[in-house]
């Protein structure tokens, strides 16, 4: 069975400031989702992370992953309010179309 | 404009009534899907179709119906069995390469709330 484990689950940060959010999953896997979701919305595709070393970036925030070590990382620099959202990662089961979702992590960028 | 509707966006029944939740596309995809979200979740694959009269059970089926009559729709049926169904419902769709037999993206729709009294 697949897992997805994304951490933190909330996380509070000042405008300015960078950080990381992981999210590791425990069967190999060769395509990885990250997704925003505002609050009461739906989700927004961010990036599709298709091979090992993979790295996109679009403004403020960076993905990456390493199918070796079964992770994924989403950097955020110098976090804005506009930021705030929760964002969640999603990795394909392999030899299926399914996909497992992490729970999720709050972003709360306090001014 | 393409895209993927969902219709109602709020939706109230009373327990024991089956109600069901539409979801259309026009963005030529061949695979659909639904999810269930609850609140402070992540989101959970309820069913999924990759071609027109077929589709296969997710992770939690139980309580849900779905048909694949058309490409552009895919309704889902939540029924009296369904134990708990207050959730946001997530309609999403891909271009499923049935030859190479990956999915690509997947892009969903704005989403149901359903309350169920």
Avoid at chain 1, 62 to 90: E, G, N, Q
Avoid at chain 2, 70 to 83: D, I, M
């Amino acid at each position: 069975e697949l897992k997805v484990e994304q951490n933190p689950l909330f996380l509070s940060m000042q405008e300015g400031k960078n950080y990381t959010i992981y999210c590791n999953y425990s069967t190999t896997s060769d395509r990885l989702y990250w997704y925003r979701q505002d609050p009461g919305k739906s989700l927004e595709s961010l990036f599709v992370l298709l091979s090992n070393g993979a790295v996109k970036q679009e403004g403020r925030l960076m993905a990456s992953l390493d199918t070796k070590a079964r992770l994924s990382t989403l950097h955020i620099t110098a976090a804005v309010h506009d930021l705030s959202a929760t964002y969640f990662c999603a990795v394909v089961l392999g030899g299926s179309e399914k996909l497992v979702f992490g729970k999720g992590t709050k972003l709360t960028v306090n001014p | 404009d393409g895209g993927i509707t969902q219709s109602p966006k709020y939706l109230f029944r009373k327990e024991g009534q089956n109600v069901t939740l539409s979801c259309e596309q026009n963005l030529n995809h061949d695979a659909m899907y639904w999810y269930r979200q609850d609140p402070g979740q992540g989101l959970r694959l309820i069913y999924y179709s990759q071609i027109v009269n077929d589709f296969q059970k997710g992770d939690i089926a139980e309580g849900y119906s779905v048909s694949r009559e058309k490409k552009e729709s895919f309704p889902l049926t939540v029924t009296s069995a369904q134990k708990n169904p207050t959730a946001f419902y997530l309609c999403a769709s891909s271009i499923d390469s049935w030859g190479l037999r990956r999915t690509y993206e997947q892009y969903f729709g704005p989403g149901t709330r359903l309350t169920v009294t």
